[in-house]
């Protein structure tokens, strides 16, 4: 129940996110989700795309350096402790989250989070949210949102 993120290093100056937004809009390459994060030199942006094997393709062809990496994008309801029930049932099943970021889709006027935990407990959690009744989003749903 992956979803592919497209991890991309960026040089921190004016104009490299204009740059980026650009190539994936001529190229016919739609983002879902984005953050960004910077440093002193460089960012990191991460995005969720319509088409993430074509946009690393394309990525590669300008010469920013990008990854894949696989995240889980799941549903949040819109009601108070939506978020902590997800949140309490990760930290109960000893399960860290490295990093995570939301989206909001007008489609089906949903929320969503994406959670990047490591690697070897990637089946793991997406079994557990699962159990628990929480809802996730799989590759294919992300480019009909």
Do not use: W
Not at 46 to 65: M, N, Y
Not at 101 to 113: D, L, P, S, V
């Amino acid at each position: 129940m992956a979803v592919k993120q497209i991890s991309v290093f960026m040089e921190n100056r004016p104009g490299t996110l204009a740059e980026f937004v650009e190539l994936l809009r001529g190229h016919g390459i739609d983002m879902r989700a984005l953050s960004l994060a910077e440093a002193a030199d460089f960012g990191v942006l991460r995005t969720i795309v319509s088409d993430p094997d074509k946009a690393q393709r394309v990525l590669a062809e300008a010469g920013f350096i990008s990854a894949v990496t696989p995240v889980l994008a799941v549903a949040v309801s819109d009601e108070p402790g939506a978020l902590y029930h997800i949140l309490e049932t990760l930290k109960n099943a000893g399960i860290n989250l490295e990093y995570s970021y939301a989206f909001t889709t007008r489609k089906n006027q949903g929320a969503y989070m994406v959670f990047r935990v490591a690697d070897d407990c990637l089946q793991k959690t997406a079994e557990l949210l699962e159990e628990n009744g929480i809802g996730m989003i799989a590759q294919e749903e992300i480019y009909s949102l």
